[in-house]
């Protein structure tokens, strides 16, 4: 994960350098560093434990110059998170900042200790420091010394190099984790995600795996691994940097529960059209591509996960259309037996999941019909690496659980099943009775959020709690998987789902009068199989909470307590109850004290496997 950024130019990159770290703080947050070549070709370099704010601070209390420096938000995987484990790392003239895995790092560390190399730091990356120091004695420029290094390096980098007797120049490489070249005039910089460097342009150069950059204030030169200059494409990007402001929000994850609505219209917009699903972005040459598709496999992590699992209920139940669901890091380790015509789906908010990306990668060689990536982010390496990609258009995402990113992924799967119906003469009653589910939807979940107080005074009763279970049956079970990791994830509260029919092989036992029981129970055919799990549940004196349609016949007492929520059509039902779901874990948090939108351990792009 982490974020990095660098800069070369000719007038003063330290406040270039902080506010790229402010914009990529959702990468990773315990701690920050930069470092910089001073007017007197010395480093500089100032780390701080926790926020960007905490770096920020104490850089405004030295005054640092300097037009040519590398900085780093870290997301730690070797080594606490601590002042002497933050990133840039130095050895001697070389600064690094890296992200990403060094997967032989502790073999390289014993053959540099035996070269005299002194470590300061318990991470994985300072190994790479001291490489390139050694390797720089044996090379003519940085460029072929950093080339020597990677062949020996094992694992993901996206790393920045630079060299202080070589103030001019900053070397980038790429692999596993990415990188964005950022074109001024008189000035280029480098960083994890184009959004960092908004402030001082718009044209970027994406690197490609493998990639190796030297970048000055005036050129850039591209290798391959290989070391042979190659070309990469520039491009404008029209991307704008609007997260700034919570408005009436006390925090992002507020706003973006409340922006679902817009979420969803923007996503449905242009989408469909007298009455008609239209995926226009995916040309008509993949009409016939879809057309001979017998199978879906998806692939995602965490919260895409759960929007996948939604989707192969409504793909194989409207459409008979068969379709797996699995965990991105999973996939990619195992050899999947590809059935035949399948196409492989897969979903990510950034695009730039390390183990989502790593499985398409393995999805291109193995005999699928072809990929489709269905992600937030259209400039992220998944789209640019898929064949087909559909854009979710629910506005940046900064808060780390995931919320308006989710459902818009689901409103995108929807608009997907119905072109199957429709490309694959389907009866024409499905799409239109998904089209019409979706065309009302916004509206629905406006409604529901003015609900939202009911919600807080239901999490009162939750902070207490150390355990929480979450049950669904059908479309609905992978909604209480995001419940319980949407209260996981911000709450710190152990939340667990599981299918209703589940319980009475292993989890009753758990259930006491503490253990509070969270109920999806919309009305749909498997109403009467989840009453017979919530009566198993109140015989054993188990603490119930049902969220529910006013039209099932639910009775409030002591051990039940009932959230009648309002009408939704049934095809768009598991969106819908994700909705009170999101706002209880933000409630439950708030009551907590824990820090909503960058809670802790996590970072919101997890571009290490
Ligand atoms: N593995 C490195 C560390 O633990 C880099 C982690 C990151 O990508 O932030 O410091």
Redesign the pocket.
């Known amino acids: 994960?982490?974020g990095i950024i660098g800069a070369v130019a000719q007038r003063d990159i330290t406040e270039i350098l902080i506010e790229g770290l402010r914009r990529l703080e959702y990468r990773?947050y315990d701690s920050a560093g930069l470092t910089i070549i001073d007017d007197k070709g010395e480093f500089q370099r100032i780390r701080r434990v926790g926020k960007v704010y905490e770096l920020s601070s104490a850089t405004e209390c030295k005054s640092l110059h300097g037009i040519i420096g590398i900085a780093h938000t870290?997301?730690?995987?070797?080594?606490e998170p601590t002042e002497y484990?933050a990133?840039p790392h130095l050895s001697n003239y070389i600064a690094i900042a890296?992200?990403?895995?060094i997967e032989n790092a502790e073999s390289l560390r014993q053959q540099l200790i035996a070269k005299n190399y002194h470590f300061t730091s318990e991470?994985?990356?300072e190994v790479i420091a001291h490489m390139v120091h050694d390797k720089c004695q044996q090379s003519t420029t940085l460029v072929k010394a950093v080339i020597k290094v990677l062949t020996l390096l094992q694992g993901t980098y996206g790393t920045v190099i630079i060299d202080r007797r070589q103030p001019d120049i900053i070397v980038a490489v790429r692999s596993g984790s990415p990188l964005v070249i950022g074109l001024g005039i008189g000035e280029n910089f480098i960083a994890s995600d184009p959004l960092a460097l908004l402030p001082v342009t718009h044209r970027f150069i994406y690197l490609e795996e493998g990639d190796i950059a030297e970048i000055s204030s005036r050129k850039v030169t591209i290798f391959n691994k290989q070391g042979i200059p190659v070309i990469r494409n520039t491009i404008e990007t029209t991307l704008h940097y609007d997260a700034g402001d919570k408005g009436e929000y006390r925090h992002y994850m507020q706003k973006e529960i409340y922006q679902q609505p817009t979420a969803i219209k923007n996503t449905l917009e242009k989408r469909i059209k007298h009455e008609h699903v239209e995926l226009s972005e995916l040309g008509h040459e993949a009409e016939q591509l879809l057309k001979r598709v017998e199978h879906i496999q998806i692939v995602a992590c965490g919260t895409s996960y759960n929007a996948g699992l939604v989707s192969r209920y409504w793909f194989e139940s409207l459409i008979g259309l068969s379709c797996d669901v699995e965990i991105a890091s999973e996939f990619r380790y195992r050899k999947p037996v590809v059935r035949k015509n399948s196409l492989f789906i897969s979903l990510s908010q950034s695009g730039e999941t390390a183990d989502t990306l790593a499985a398409l990668r393995i999805s291109k060689n193995i005999g699928y019909l072809g990929s489709l990536a269905i992600c937030n982010v259209s400039s992220s390496s998944l789209i640019r690496e898929s064949d087909l990609s559909i854009i979710t258009k629910a506005g940046v995402e900064i808060g780390v659980a995931s919320t308006k990113a989710f459902t818009t992924q689901l409103t995108v799967l929807l608009l997907l099943v119905a072109k199957f119906s429709q490309l694959n003469n389907r009866p024409v009653s499905i799409e239109y009775e998904i089209v019409q589910a979706l065309q009302k939807l916004p509206n629905r979940i406006e409604h529901l959020l003015s609900f939202g107080n009911v919600i807080e005074n239901l999490a009162k009763e939750f902070s207490e709690k150390n355990h929480a279970l979450f049950l669904g049956r059908g479309s609905h079970y992978p909604i209480a998987m995001e419940g319980a990791l949407k209260l996981k994830e911000i709450s710190y509260i152990h939340a667990e789902a599981y299918a209703a029919g589940e319980l009475k092989h292993g989890p009753i036992a758990l259930i006491d009068s503490n253990m509070p029981v969270i109920v999806i129970a919309p009305n749909n055919k498997l109403i009467e199989k989840l009453k017979s799990n919530i009566e198993e549940i109140r015989a054993r004196g188990g603490l119930l909470y049902i969220f529910t349609d006013k039209n099932n016949e639910f009775i409030n007492s002591d051990s039940m307590k009932i959230i009648h929520l309002p009408y939704i059509e049934t095809l768009t039902s598991p969106i819908f109850y994700t909705i009170p779901l999101q706002l209880l874990s933000y409630y439950v948090a708030l009551i907590k004290g824990t820090d909503v939108d960058q809670p802790r351990n996590l970072a919101k792009s997890v571009t290490?496997e």
Do not use: K, L, Q
């Open positions: 994960m982490c990773g870290r997301w730690a995987t070797h080594g484990n990133h890296h992200n990403g895995i991470t994985d990356s290490v």
